[in-house]
């Protein structure tokens, strides 16, 4: 899951909560000590749900039918289409409701190192909105791809997304639908 997702299961939680969903990615290490009581129950959140989406069958299903080469990238491209498919289910309007509140967060305060550069671009940009658009989705993914070293394994990914497109949409419900049962809307 990526950012909408993180921010859709952290939505019940203070926006202090919220944005230590938001920023986890960014965030390494055990000792959160320096982020506070709610920011670092974000973090920690962040982390329970990655875990668990990264162990789901259905994840691993999809990820061994990723072509071969770029396989170990697939985590990396189903992320972002994960919130993809969210952006797409969700109603306009509570989408709407909680891209404003990420940004609102995110744009009040100080990203971890790792995120500073990127995250005025996902506002300014509306990445949060652009998910629901599949050929966003695709140059997002692309995107990161030349942010790793070497070839850029995640384009090489897209032509694998575009076709199995319907195959992972159905994967996406079973997988959305047992987060949701599993983690719910986190207070």
Not at 43 to 58: E, G, K, L, Q, S
Not at 66 to 94: K, M, N, T
Not at 118 to 129: E, G, K, N, S, V
Not at 147 to 165: C, F, H, K, S, T
Request: proline share 4%.
């Amino acid at each position: 899951m990526n950012f909408l997702a993180h921010g859709w299961l952290a939505r019940g939680g203070t926006d202090d909560f919220l944005y230590g969903n938001l920023i986890a990615d960014g965030v390494k290490g055990a000792d959160l000590d320096a982020w506070g009581t709610e920011i670092a129950r974000g973090i920690r959140h962040h982390r329970r749900v990655d875990a668990y989406v990264d162990a789901h069958p259905v994840v691993r299903d999809a990820r061994a039918r990723a072509p071969s080469p770029q396989r170990r990238y697939a985590g990396i491209a189903l992320d972002l289409l994960w919130d993809h498919f969210l952006a797409r289910h969700l109603e306009v309007g509570e989408r709407d409701a909680l891209v404003g509140r990420c940004y609102r967060v995110l744009d009040g305060r100080v990203a971890p190192r790792r995120l500073e550069a990127m995250m005025p671009a996902l506002i300014r940009q509306d990445w949060l909105r652009g998910y629901a658009d599949f050929s966003f989705t695709c140059r997002a993914v692309a995107g990161v791809g030349r942010r790793i070293d070497g070839p850029n394994q995640l384009a090489r990914l897209v032509p694998w997304m575009e076709r199995d497109y319907g195959h992972l949409a159905r994967e996406f419900e079973s997988l959305w639908n047992d987060l949701e049962a599993e983690l719910g809307v986190a207070p």
